[in-house]
C-alpha cells in the first residue's frame, strides 16, 4: 500500500464513520458521548470481524458503530453512497426477528 493508497484508504473511512455518527437517532448519540465521558474511552475502536474476515468492526461509545467491507475502504472507485443502507429504528426490540416477523413478537 502506497502513502496514497494509505491517505485515500484513511479519508474514506473518515467519511464513512462521519456518516455512521450522522445517522444515529439523537438520543443514541448523547448516550455514547455519555459513555465515553464517564469512562473515559474516547474515540472509535476498529477490530477485524470474527465471523466475516472481509469486513472491519467499529465500536464508539460502548456499542457497535458499524460493520465495512475491506472493498468499501480500498477501493475508491466506489462510491460512498449510502442509498441501500436503511436507517435502524430508535428502539430496537430485544428480539431482533421483531425487526422483520410480527409474528416474533
Not at 75 to 82: F, Q
Request: aromatic fraction near 4%; charged fraction near 30%.
Amino acid at each position: 500500500m502506497t502513502v496514497s493508497d494509505y491517505n485515500e484508504a484513511a479519508t474514506r473511512v473518515r467519511a464513512i464513520l462521519t456518516d455512521a455518527i450522522e445517522r444515529l437517532p439523537h438520543v443514541d448519540r448523547q448516550e455514547r458521548i455519555a459513555y465515553c465521558r464517564e469512562s473515559g474511552q474516547h474515540g472509535i475502536t476498529s477490530m477485524p470481524d470474527p465471523h466475516y474476515p472481509d469486513q472491519v468492526l467499529f465500536d464508539w461509545g460502548g456499542r457497535r458503530l458499524c460493520s465495512v467491507k475491506m472493498e468499501l475502504i480500498r477501493d475508491a472507485s466506489i462510491p460512498l453512497g449510502v442509498s441501500d443502507m436503511l436507517p435502524l429504528p430508535e428502539d430496537i426490540p430485544p428480539d431482533a426477528r421483531q425487526l422483520t416477523d410480527p409474528r416474533a413478537a
